[in-house]
T-cell receptor, first 116, second 113 residues
Framework: EPEVTQTPSHQVTQMGQEVILRCVPI?????FYWYRQILGQKVEFLVS????????KSEIFDDQFSVERPDGSNFTLKIRSTKLEDSAMYFC??????????????FGPGTRLTVL | QKEVEQNSGPLSVPEGAIASLNCTYS??????FFWYRQYSGKSPELIMS????GDKEDGRFTAQLNKASQYVSLLIRDSQPSDSATYLC?????????????FGQGTELSVKP
């Protein structure tokens, strides 16, 4: 069964460093998302991406964050200068569309980011 | 601010019983509703989606939607210890061109053998 994959599973970094989280969405999906979940809190939307453009972003997704689809399979989230409060699980998701059952979003296993 | 509310639990049921999980949402025009299961330390796993008022059944799971009351629920029949997890309700508002899911805080379910 097709699935979303993410690497690395765990990333430890020093405050102020740049990190890139990688995702491979389900192959025939066209809509990609990043969410994060701080320990013990809700899953929060960060950004959605379609047709090589950001479709929507939350207020969390400030200038320190960027997303890219560098090739036909990968989707990345970059955090330019990490802060302690960026420590969280980051989930990538993908869907086939935005309407009807195509808008079901399937999540990857997540990357646990720890900022020291 | 669009909100999705769930009782955080924990909800404890004996094995074989029916577990009932509830969710309310604030955006009256929301159109798409999802239930995800999240085991501790893992990612959300889609269980059910529901779009129309009424019931939708899939195996031991039944999702119920009442748009007039802005209420969606998930019933798990014949609960098993392996169903012990946090269940997340998620809502996709109408006119959402960005696919932004709004999640509740989740209800922790514990199924006792």
């Amino acid at each position: 069964e097709p699935e979303v994959t993410q690497t690395p599973s765990h990333q430890v970094t020093q405050m102020g460093q740049e990190v890139i989280l990688r995702c491979v969405p389900i192959s025939n999906h066209l809509y990609f998302y990043w969410y994060r979940q701080i320990l013990g809190q809700k899953v929060e939307f960060l950004v959605s991406f379609y047709n090589n453009e950001i479709s929507e972003k939350s207020e969390i997704f400030d200038d320190q964050f960027s997303v890219e689809r560098p090739d036909g399979s990968n989707f990345t989230l970059k955090i330019r200068s990490t802060k302690l409060e960026d420590s969280a699980m980051y989930f990538c998701a993908s869907s086939g569309g935005w309407s009807g059952t195509a808008n079901e979003q399937f999540f990857g296993p997540g990357t646990r980011l720890t900022v020291l | 601010q669009k909100e999705v509310e769930q009782n955080s639990g924990p909800l404890s049921v004996p094995e074989g019983a029916i577990a009932s999980l509830n969710c309310t949402y604030s955006d009256r025009v929301s159109q798409s509703f999802f239930w995800y299961r999240q085991y501790s330390g893992k990612s959300p796993e889609l269980i059910m989606s529901i779009y129309s008022n009424g019931d939708k059944e899939d195996g031991r799971f039944t999702a119920q939607l009442n748009k007039a009351s802005q209420y969606v629920s998930l019933l798990i029949r014949d609960s098993q210890p392996s169903d012990s997890a946090t269940y997340l309700c998620a809502v996709l508002p109408l006119n959402n061109q960005g696919g932004k899911l709004i999640f509740g805080q989740g209800t922790e379910l514990s199924v006792k053998p």
